[in-house]
């Protein structure tokens, strides 16, 4: 597959796309004030009938209660894609939005028996195999996904993910939807937090994602080769730059306490980390013991020039340049690689506000969020700000357990609180006020109770400039009573609340499979996903009938075929114990939505092809005898008798 995009290709959105633009319309017309420049272009070209009412009262009252708008109907598009962390899946969940609809599962960390994710030779080379062949690792756990930007918006390249188990990073390429990289870090343990940046520090043309940034939680030994066990005092942990292109690991930074969540500035120039264990503790008792903690800010340019200079060193078999982040050794502003801002107890999540200004840490085990402002950091680093902690512009009770928080782009913060089973809405200028004195600015707007314990929040466009204040949809870890029981193991519980006016109002929910964490939410125009693939992106790829058969190497055996419905081009295969077998399979169909399955009894052989895609397995035969293979996708009236047979002699 060429790594590059926008190339011409079966692109069939455009046609299903005017269906779903039409209720994108319907939904704009009736939320006066919020048809910006962009969204009104269309509205010309609406014809359909069901528009018209909503259209009618949009003009006649003040937009009212848009709860409807949540309903998508048969036949309708939605109008945001959500990208889902999927938890200890080990996989990204596509949703549409507002419907919640589940839409797609992208495995990258864990085997998929759909895709034959883990099965395929092409999917175990990008998920990492042992010397024998089987893959290093089988579990996973996705926390925080995030995608490429370009002027501070997606641009529709990429997206990140993280796997918090084995310390993995994977990207999925945004025009097919699939995982086209892992990268295992190295010296660090409990990566959690992960965001790419925005823009280059240094270069202003580069206004686009170049890195990724990964925070990791757990302390380790430096290296983890048996040495300083017992000694946990001088266990660290790091933050990581990955390389977005490549996926190399390009630096690290060893620091006091640890990382959680990660965010980036819009400039470039900073990426922070809250941190809720400054205490370097290994228990929770110790974790907890220090009243404020800290979110760590990284000066990116200074760490890159510590960098060329050399200023490094390396652990154990990785080749990683490590920089020394700690506050021992960046006490001098004018030199420091990173800033210690001081946060109270243990906090959780921190958000860049879509206008660049702020990052805004929640306390968790505080009742507040503390805002600090961004421009203020940079003085410091610059020798202008004596004082760091005058960073923080704002620190304001929210209520109980405030976790994550997210943004409507008309200067309003959105932050769960787990304890109270809340959502608190809040003015960041005004807190700010308070803050500074006025007790008069409220800063409180709204409360909204959620079902039940809420982790991850966030709305539509929040993590981007373009923070268009339409949807927020709440994660709730709990659901209790919310559905039909299902045994001990409960569903949890995504809610969606509309935020267009100055209440939220929940619209609906639904059961997600546990445990999705993080998830972003954006408007559906920045993807152009391709729905065929393209045959000579494969250098493998079986392009016709008359190139299938069985081509004997000593014992290693390929075995070439096709499919086109409703058959494969090679009735029968024979091959003898003990030959190591290679299938290679194309799929000649050209229509997309055309999937052929291949599977083989009692071998453990079981993925797919989509249109003009080609993918390879590799297996011993072990026992002699006849295997059946068959379709296991429904393509065609004739789909149970795409069939073929491996025929294995003693
Ligand atoms: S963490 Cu899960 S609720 Cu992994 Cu993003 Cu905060
Ligand atoms: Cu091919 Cu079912
Ligand atoms: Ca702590």
Known sequence: ?????????????????????????????????????????????????????????????????????????????DTYYGFWSGGHTGDLR????????????????????????????????????????????????THHVHCSYKDGNYDGRYAWINDKINSRIARIRLDYFVCDKITLLPNVQGFHGIFPDKADPVDPSINYTTRVFCGSEFHAPLPNDGRDIGNDGAHRAMFTCVDAETMDVRWQVVIDGNCDLCATSYDGKLA??????????????????????ACIFFNIARIEQ?????????????KVPVVDGTKAANSDPKTALTAYVSVPKNPHGVNASPDGKYFICAGKLSPT????????????????????????????????????????????????????????????????????????AKYVVDRL???????????????????????????????????????????????????????????????????????????????????????????????????????????????????QAPMFSLRDFTVKVGDEVTIILTNLDTIEDLTHGFAIHHHNINFIVNPQETKSVTFKAEKPGVFWCYCTHFCHALHLEMRSRMIVEA
């Open 306 to 318: 510590a960098v060329k200079d050399g200023k490094f060193k390396t652990y154990g078999d990785s």
């Open 369 to 440: 969020a503390t805002v600090i402002e961004l421009a203020k950091v940079l003085d410091w680093f610059e020798g202008k700000l004596p004082e760091l902690d005058k960073a923080i512009v704002a620190e304001v009770e929210l209520g109980l357990g405030p976790l994550h928080t997210a943004f409507d782009g008309r200067g309003n913060a959105y932050t769960t609180l787990f304890l109270d089973s809340q959502v608190v809405k809040w003015n960041v200028e005004k807190s700010i006020q308070f803050y500074a004195g006025d007790t008069n």
């Open 449 to 563: 109770d959620v079902q039940y314990q809420p982790g991850h929040i966030n709305a539509s466009q929040s993590e981007t400039r373009f923070a268009d204040g339409k949807w927020l949809a709440v994660g709730c870890k709990f659901s209790k009573d919310r559905f039909l029981p299902v045994g001990p193991l409960h569903a949890e519980n995504e809610q969606l609340i509309d935020i267009s006016g100055e209440k939220m109002k929940l619209v609906h929910e639904h059961p997600v499979r546990p445990e999705p964490h993080d998830f972003v939410i954006f408007k559906r125009e920045l993807l152009r996903p391709k729905q065929t693939y393209n045959i000579d992106d494969f250098p493998n790829a079986v392009k016709a009938f008359d190139q299938s058969g069985v081509v004997r190497d000593g014992n290693k055996v390929t075995v070439k075929m096709v499919s």
């Open 272 to 293: 922070a980390c809250n941190q809720y264990n400054t205490e370097n503790g290994q228990r929770f008792e110790m974790m907890m013991s220090a009243e404020r903690d």
């Open 1 to 77: 597959m060429k790594n590059e995009h926008g190339t011409e290709q079966h692109d069939a959105q455009d046609a299903p796309q005017d269906i779903g633009r039409r209720k994108f319309l319907n939904q704009t017309a009736a939320i006066a004030g919020l048809a910006g420049a962009g969204l009104t272009v269309g509205l010309t070209g609406c014809k359909d009938e069901s528009a018209k009412p909503a259209a009618a009262s949009a003009a006649g009252k003040p937009a009212e209660s848009h709860a409807s708008d949540a309903h998508i109907k048969p036949g309708e598009l």
């Open 94 to 141: 596509v949703l549409g939005l507002p419907s919640g609809r589940e839409l797609h599962r992208i495995p990258c960390f864990v085997p998929d028996a759909l895709v034959g994710w883990g099965i395929t030779n092409e999917s175990k080379a990008i998920m990492g195999t042992k010397p024998n062949g089987d893959l290093q690792f089988t579990v996973g756990d």
